[in-house]
């Protein structure tokens, strides 16, 4: 069985300007690529949902930035999971529901890389799943280190990358899976 395709958060928010300064302007090209890909091949695909518990958020319950973006509305065949912390493992029957169905291998894209896609990513790999992260289908955004300097969007996706490279994914690009 072809890996499962798990796209994090893709949600009406991440395109608005208050969302924050980014990189990979490509990634939803990418993403819709893999996806178009994983569909003609009638492949589990997951989309996951960050639905928050604070009621101002952009990601609340209702509010339009908390809908799918309209080129990755789920169809009726295709999983859907929600959360309310970055990690989807936490809080849901997700590695159940891949485990009845005999998935050991996930691909992940989506975003913020140093945020959902990072700490899905390192669950995964923790749980026993044969994880990748496909590099050029996430993307970050800039974000104040904790000495207080300004890192690019670039710097904050690289080192996630680097993170989840040492000991809990494999890191690849789009093409490779579409190869």
């Not at 990418?30 to 091949?41: G, K, T, Y």
């Not at 936490?90 to 590695?95: D, K, R």
């Not at 691909?107 to 945020?115: A, E």
């Not at 995964?124 to 044969?130: E, H, K, P, R, T």
């Amino acid at each position: 069985m072809q890996p499962a395709l798990m796209i994090i958060d893709m949600q009406a928010a991440m395109r608005r300007p208050e969302a924050g300064v980014r990189n990979n302007p490509q990634a939803e090209t990418n993403i819709s690529a893999l996806l178009l890909h994983w569909r003609a091949l009638k492949q589990p695909i997951i989309h996951i949902r960050h639905i928050s518990r604070s009621a101002t958020s952009l990601f609340a319950a209702g509010q339009a930035g908390a809908a799918f973006q309209a080129a990755f509305l789920p169809l009726p065949t295709e999983a859907v999971f929600e959360k309310n912390v970055p990690d989807v493992f936490t809080h849901s029957n997700l590695e159940h529901w891949l485990h009845v169905r005999g998935i050991c291998d996930l691909v992940i894209v989506g975003v913020s890389t140093n945020n959902s896609v990072e700490s899905t990513a390192r669950s995964a790999g923790n749980l026993g799943f044969n994880t990748r992260v496909v590099a050029d289908a996430c993307f970050a955004f800039e974000q104040t280190d904790y000495n207080g300097i300004k890192r690019s969007a670039d710097e904050v996706h690289a080192m996630s990358l680097a993170n989840l490279a040492a000991d809990y994914a494999s890191i690849i690009k789009t093409h490779e899976l579409l190869s």
